[in-house]
């Protein structure tokens, strides 16, 4: 165990993407209007503008001299082949676009606009820093040597990608190969089958990995947003695995991927499923309660059931709780949220409900252009700079295996970050019932990721607040998604915990103590104490009233 952490060591949580940016959406004309806003300030302010241009001038002067004003961050891999730094033509140039990006935030930092119009500003203007960038052009010494290096070859192979690109995938470069994975196969192998079947979901029971088994089962249910695999991807991060071969009984919820049939599909729908998804784990094992374990969107879906049981006076069927990257105070400050208003929301509902449906695809577009050097430009210079085939990686295939949403449920969501519900009592009502979390007395686990910029980890921190009976947090590295997948046997996890909440996120942490290894190990005991006895293992899945119906993975998470 380490010391706690230093004071000026506290994690900063993303400041641009965010759940609720990708759910409502990013216009272009918002960040089109806040360039001309900006332009239209310059034009009013011209000393103000003078002032930083000769600024610029005098910089790039000593730049052509030779001067190193401004170092990389040696985190940014877009510069990290020496040649930025020791051919001059290069150097000179790096230092020009970096005086560049710094001027243009001192401009920023230094006008008379307001705190929001300077954050819009800065949000606007990263992403056009990042597109001018010099690393996205064929004069990036990575991209001329492999052109050299392959006889030209790699720029004919690159401009094919381009092409398949621009017809096959929205334009963007693709992050991973297409082909290089196929679910059942290679992704979502654990033995299991399909128990039970609805309109909404497939519910898979996976073969037990160990002599004994706990008496209670453990249902996981994915956001409704992605698809469930990423809870079994290879056998190495498996968390469907490590949780069999510790004693678990283990269920699943594969999500139906919707389409403009199912347009009505609301939250409430989604809890009424994962409601009737609990009673089959509870017949097929006999045992009276469940351990409900959710992530993301799934996380809301369980919370917003247990207060759903906890109004009809039936949460003694749940035995435990655990969030994963879960918000359910949807209080989210970037400046992302700054684009969005009562007028981006209801053309955010009234898109979706035209066409049934909030298309994956657009989910992704927006969660690209928000982290546009890690998601974008990175695989741009590898695949049409360099002529590259993307990497073969699980994490991104999954990412890449998009779902849709249907409109009812997208709405709701809206609703949920407009409103946010769940911090007072009865803000949101779900299948007729009012819902207060802090009636909800279950024993909960929440997980955060530290590098989250989807579920900020400060907001995931003040979800837990809002959960009554016993609470317990723990801050993983990592971001939204490697955070959850972060096995014992990766040599870079750790996590932060302190058994002290307070209602400041900051005091919490500089309380906290960072601990080596992953958060699975201590969640497995804490889950091991609320899942019962152990009794010898049942090898057979589902029963009589429930009969095994197809191996897993299933029909549903195939459906694209």
């Known amino acids: ?45 011209p000393i103000h503008s003078a002032r930083h241009a000769l600024r610029l001038g005098s910089q790039l002067g000593r730049v052509l001299l030779g001067e190193t004003l401004h170092p990389t961050n040696p985190n940014d891999q877009r510069f990290a082949d020496p ?31 307001n705190p929001d119009d300077r954050a819009r500003a800065h949000f606007a203007f990263a992403l056009l820093n990042d597109a001018v960038s010099p690393s996205n052009t064929l004069l990036n010494p990575l991209a001329l040597k492999e052109l050299f290096n392959s006889g030209g070859s ?10 398949d690109d621009l017809l096959h995938n929205d334009g963007l470069p693709r992050q991973t190969t297409p082909h290089a994975f196929e679910v059942g196969k290679s992704l979502a192998t654990t033995p299991g089958a399909v128990v039970f079947r609805n309109e909404m979901l497939e519910l898979i029971q ?24 990423i809870f079994d991807l290879s056998p190495s991060n498996s968390f469907v695995q490590y949780a069999l071969k510790n004693g678990l009984q283990v269920f699943i919820i594969s999500w139906r991927n919707p389409d403009v049939r199912h ?37 809301m879906t369980i919370a917003a059931l247990q207060g759903h049981l906890q109004a009809k006076r039936q949460l003694r069927r749940v035995a435990s709780a655990t969030y994963l990257v879960s918000l359910l105070d949807s209080q989210i400050d970037s400046p992302a949220t700054l684009f969005i208003d009562e007028q981006t929301l209801e053309a955010a509902k009234r898109r979706s409900y035209q066409k049934g449906i909030l298309d994956g695809r657009d989910l992704a577009r927006v969660f690209a252009w928000m982290r546009p ?19 073969a990686f699980d994490i991104l295939y999954w990412n890449n295996d998009c779902t849709r949403l249907p409109a009812a449920l997208h709405g709701d969501l809206l609703d949920f970050f407009k409103h946010n519900p769940l911090t007072h009592p009865g803000g949101l009502e779900v299948c007729g019932t009012p819902i207060d979390l802090q009636k909800v007395t279950v024993d909960s686990f929440s997980v955060a990721g530290i590098n989250d910029h989807i579920t900020p980890w400060d907001a995931v921190y003040r979800s837990t607040l809002l959960l009554g009976g016993e609470r317990r947090f723990v801050l993983s590295n990592s971001g939204h998604v490697q955070s959850i997948l972060n096995p014992p046997n990766n040599p870079k996890a750790n996590y932060v915990e302190s058994p002290k909440l307070s209602s400041d996120p900051r005091a919490w942490y500089y309380d906290a103590k960072h601990v080596d290894g992953s958060w699975w190990t201590p969640w497995l005991s804490w889950i091991q104490e609320r899942s019962g006895a152990q009794h010898e293992t049942l090898m057979t899945l589902g029963n009589a009233n429930y009969p095994p119906q197809e191996a897993a993975p299933g029909t549903y998470v195939r459906v694209r």
Not at 96 to 107: D, G, H
Not at 206 to 229: G, R, T
């Open 1 to 45: 165990m380490r010391d706690k952490p230093a004071k000026g060591s506290m994690p900063t949580p993303a400041n641009f993407i965010n759940a609720q940016s990708a759910i409502t959406g990013l216009r272009g004309r918002d960040l089109l209007s806040t360039l001309r806003s900006v332009a239209a300030h310059g034009l009013r302010n």
């Open 83 to 113: 040649t930025w730094q020791l051919n001059p033509f290069y150097s000179r140039s790096l230092q020009a676009y970096l005086s560049w990006q710094k001027q243009v935030c001192s401009w920023i930092d230094e006008s008379d606009m």
């Open 154 to 163: 790699s720029l004919v192979r690159g401009i094919s990608h381009m092409v």
């Open 206 to 229: 996976y073969k037990s990995m160990s002599e004994k088994q706990y008496a209670k089962p453990l249902l996981i249910v994915p956001p409704q947003i992605n698809k469930f695999y």
């Open 263 to 299: 347009r009505e599909w609301g939250l409430s729908s989604y809890v009424e499923a994962t409601e009737e998804a609990m009673n089959v784990c509870r017949a097929i094992t006999g045992a009276r309660e469940v351990n409900l374990m959710g992530a993301c969107a799934g996380g």
């Open 373 to 391: 050097n890690d998601l974008i430009w990175t695989y741009f210079i590898n695949n049409y700079l360099l002529g590259k085939e993307p990497p």
